[in-house]
């Protein structure tokens, strides 16, 4: 077959993330020849998992814990028989070099959110100004900081309907995979019947031609024809402009998609992870309180600065990851990592009343990925946007029963930004293709 002619396929899938794996391992399942598509020189999307030598466990660059009750997640879990590690519970709030427990100020945040009324249609950002006398000068400084950091959302776009949806399910417990996130992604590749799948990486789609039942999709390496096709690329990608590395073009245009994902934003959020020397945990370097309380898993520290407000160990590796989202974060995009980790060192030193000097002198080594400057990225995860709540729902749905949408972007609200909204859309996508 010359390279100018197109592939035949049952099912073009594009993206080898959770979303595309999860579709494409029911597409093949179900017997349908499925072409899998993916930019990147390997597949997992945004769960990058790395094991440099020297590390005393896997470097996660994206995705890291398990949290929620999805069933798809957890039933491949147990299937896959994978390891998960719990996560310490366990939030500080640090405030001119005290340590307080967050844990009241959790409870006072939430009993806030769920008496948010369901009729409010603004941003969280909007509610804080109409309620200021509802949080504490303090809990509203860690709300602000939660809510830009978790959903990677600014104040004024965040759901406030969403955060009182959530603030009112069941709480939450967090795992990491001790053999890494990427487990994850190899349970889900070896679920899908080789004979069936063609597996294309480093392949840029660039056009996606189609009409009822029948679709095209060009990228510079070759062409695919099929009856459907499932584009599970982020919403960064969707918005690219036409040209840009990454972009798809459709034809003809998809006039009502391209007005939601047009008005949907995506979150940006930067982390770096830091190996730190064995004897940092050894030294009265580490605050006294930390150290008492639980040694190296102390949970997470929420401090009041700017940059990498957010710290959590990966106990009981000697690793610290720090953490910022939201509009902070996006100012970094582009940024050398040289400069990144010397902001991300100012902000643990403040935070630890350290000296920065100390502080490099006892890091070993230390790795990020900027996930807002990676053009099949272009952004970190989508959050609940106030006022356009049902946008993602929307986005997921099927045109002509031929282009169908999955990835975090089309989940539940509660799901926006996780794994296992990735996972549930991807699976989601596929039984419509095959019903349809």
């Not at 602000?144 to 959302?153: D, I, P, Q, W």
């Not at 399910?169 to 990427?182: T, V």
């Not at 794994?419 to 596929?430: D, N």
Request: hydrophobic residues 45%; contains cysteine; glycine residues 10%.
């Amino acid at each position: 077959m010359s390279r100018s002619e197109a592939r035949p396929a049952d099912f073009v899938v594009v993206g080898a993330g959770a979303a595309g794996l999860a579709a494409a391992r029911i597409l093949a399942g179900a017997g349908a020849k499925v072409c899998l598509l993916e930019a990147r020189h390997r597949i997992g999307g945004r769960i990058w998992t790395k094991r440099p030598a020297g590390w005393p466990r896997p470097l996660e660059l994206g995705a890291e814990f398990i949290h929620g009750g999805n069933p798809s997640l957890w039933s491949l879990v147990r299937r896959a028989g994978l390891v998960r590690q719990s996560v310490p519970d366990i939030h500080w709030d640090v405030s001119d070099g005290e340590f307080r427990p967050l844990d009241d100020a959790w409870s006072r945040i939430n009993a806030a959110l769920r008496g948010i009324n369901p009729a409010f249609s603004s941003s969280f950002g909007e509610w804080l100004k109409l309620h200021p006398h509802e949080l504490s000068e303090n809990d509203r400084e860690v709300a602000k900081n939660f809510v830009e950091g978790f959903h990677a959302a600014p104040l004024r776009k965040m759901s406030a309907q969403t955060l009182a949806a959530a603030a009112r399910a069941p709480e939450e417990k967090q795992f990491r995979l001790s053999g890494g996130y990427d487990e994850v992604i190899a349970a889900l590749r070896s679920g899908v019947p080789r004979a069936r799948l063609e597996l294309r990486l480093g392949t840029v789609v660039k056009k996606i031609e189609w009409s009822r039942r029948m679709v095209r999709v060009t990228a510079r390496s070759g062409r695919w024809r099929a009856s459907g096709a499932i584009i599970t690329v982020p919403l960064g990608v969707l918005q690219a402009p036409c040209g840009e590395r990454g972009a798809i073009s459709f034809v003809p245009p998809l006039a009502e998609k391209q007005r939601l994902w047009r008005q949907l934003e995506t979150g940006h959020a930067c982390r770096v992870v830091l190996h730190l020397d064995e004897s940092f945990w050894e030294d009265p370097l580490l605050p006294a309180a930390l150290r008492s309380q639980s040694g190296r898993g102390f949970g997470f520290l929420h401090g009041r600065q700017r940059d990498f407000p957010v710290w959590w160990s990966q106990a009981p590796a000697p690793l610290l990851v720090g953490w910022m989202g939201g509009p902070r974060a996006a100012d970094l995009a582009g940024m050398k990592k040289k400069e990144v980790f010397r902001r991300a060192l100012q902000a643990l030193g403040r935070l630890l009343q350290r000296p920065e000097k100390i502080l490099a002198e006892k890091m070993v080594s230390g790795d990020m990925h900027d996930w807002s400057s990676d053009p099949f990225s272009r952004g970190a995860y989508s959050f609940s946007q106030a006022g356009n709540e049902d946008f993602p729902r929307r986005l997921g749905e099927a045109v002509a029963e031929t282009l169908f949408f999955a990835g975090e972007a089309t989940a539940d609200p509660l799901e926006l930004g996780t794994v296992h909204g990735a996972l549930s859309s991807g699976e989601r996508a596929a039984r419509e293709a095959l019903r349809l």
